[in-house]
């Protein structure tokens, strides 16, 4: 299967701080994308990094890739309550629609 | 809001019943999609409409039935649910570029989803 893992399942930390999320996938991908839910919402995309980008910034956001590694990472810093979410990895592989992991909850605390 | 509006947002049936889930889409995308979201799980594609033509069906179970009548609307009909059905169905639609032309850098834009429960 081509779905994301994303690491660590449940996140919690403090204001400001900043929080760190890993996606793993298995086979050589388009392009890998980042999505937000809040509770009982849809999904939002956040960014898309392609296959061919190994950073990209948006706002507070920082994405890597690492394709050797086949992973990700997102990091949202400075971190505020209002982030609180669970955050998913997508991939894009061929002609495949997007393949979600499970995603990370993230809880930061005032 | 991300210009893709779901009715009803929650939904209750019995197991004998028959409802209809609506998804309408504002952004003038061509292709729409259905996914189930249950909990501890990854997201579930169902269907897939790539301008009203249904491109994927990833095994899903007859009493689900898809209706596409044009590429703003898709509808999901619901009959003779199980209570292992109970989830979040979550609508997205997106701007699908032409093959072979530009890549493929399909964003999907969700609705707000509808959370049915099956008694």
């Known amino acids: 299967s081509q779905q994301g893992e994303e690491d660590p399942q449940a996140l919690s930390i403090q204001e400001g701080e900043n929080a760190t999320m890993n996606c793993s996938y298995k086979t050589s991908i388009n392009n890998l994308q980042w999505y937000r839910q809040n509770s009982g919402r849809g999904l939002v995309h956040l960014i898309l990094i392609r296959s061919n980008e190994r950073e990209k910034h948006s706002g507070r956001l920082r994405v890597t890739l690492d394709t050797s590694k086949k992973s990700s990472s997102l990091l949202i810093t400075a971190s505020r309550a209002a982030d609180t979410a669970s955050y998913f990895c997508a991939t894009e592989a061929g002609y495949s629609t997007l393949t979600f992991g499970k995603g990370t909850m993230l809880l930061v605390s005032p | 809001e991300t210009g893709v509006t779901q009715t009803p947002r929650h939904l209750v049936m019995g197991m004998t019943n028959k409802k209809s889930l609506k998804c309408e889409q504002h952004?003038?995308?061509?292709?729409m999609y259905w996914y189930k979201q249950s909990a501890k799980k990854p997201l579930e594609l169902m269907f897939v409409?790539?301008?009203?033509?249904?491109?994927e069906n990833n095994s899903v179970p007859s009493r689900f039935s898809p209706e596409c009548p044009n590429s703003s609307h898709l509808f999901l009909h619901l009959h003779t649910l199980q209570p292992e059905d109970s989830a979040l169905y979550l609508c997205?639609?997106?701007?699908?570029?032409?093959?072979?032309?530009?890549?493929?850098?399909?964003?999907?834009?969700f609705g707000s989803g509808t959370q049915l429960s099956v008694l």
């Open positions: 409409y790539n301008f009203k033509e249904q491109t």
């Open positions: 997205a639609s997106s701007q699908e570029p032409i093959q072979g032309l530009i890549l493929f850098e399909e964003k999907l834009f």
């Open positions: 952004l003038g995308h061509n292709a």
